[in-house]
């Protein structure tokens, strides 16, 4: 199982990224994929998530009417579109796979990682 983030860059605030998180391998495990992000000196913080059986959506609510996590199932990938970036919003973005039919926002629910892709939000 391999999970593949990309998209972060350097954006000033008020711009906008997508990211992308490809996944192979056993994807029909993975009923809930999140995205979550770790600023320097900070814990690994919940970002979004969505569920496959309904396309159901969770937010932190830091970005909620800014942020928005979609998937292609043809294509096992999962987005997050981010608008209106603050320099809040600057971590390391990484993307992450549950095999339970519950979306959680704790990390130690998720059971495979990507790599992270770097945001970084200029003022």
């Known amino acids: 199982v391999q999970l593949q983030a990309s998209g972060g860059g350097l954006v000033q605030a008020g711009g906008s990224l997508r990211l992308s998180c490809a996944a192979s391998?056993?994807?029909?495990?993975?009923?809930?994929m999140g995205w979550f992000r770790q600023a320097p000196g900070r814990e690994r913080e919940f970002v979004a998530a969505i569920r496959r059986s309904d396309d159901n959506t969770y937010y932190t609510d830091s970005v909620k009417g800014r942020f928005t996590i979609s998937r292609d199932t043809a294509k096992n990938t999962v987005y997050l579109q981010m608008n209106s970036l603050k320099p809040e919003d600057t971590a390391v973005y990484y993307c992450?796979?549950?095999?339970?039919?519950?979306?959680?926002?704790?990390?130690?629910?998720?059971?495979?990682w990507g790599q992270g892709t770097q945001v970084t939000v200029s003022s």
């Open positions: 992450a796979a549950d095999q339970s039919v519950f979306i959680s926002t704790r990390a130690s629910a998720y059971d495979y």
């Open positions: 391998g056993r994807t029909f495990s993975f009923y809930v």
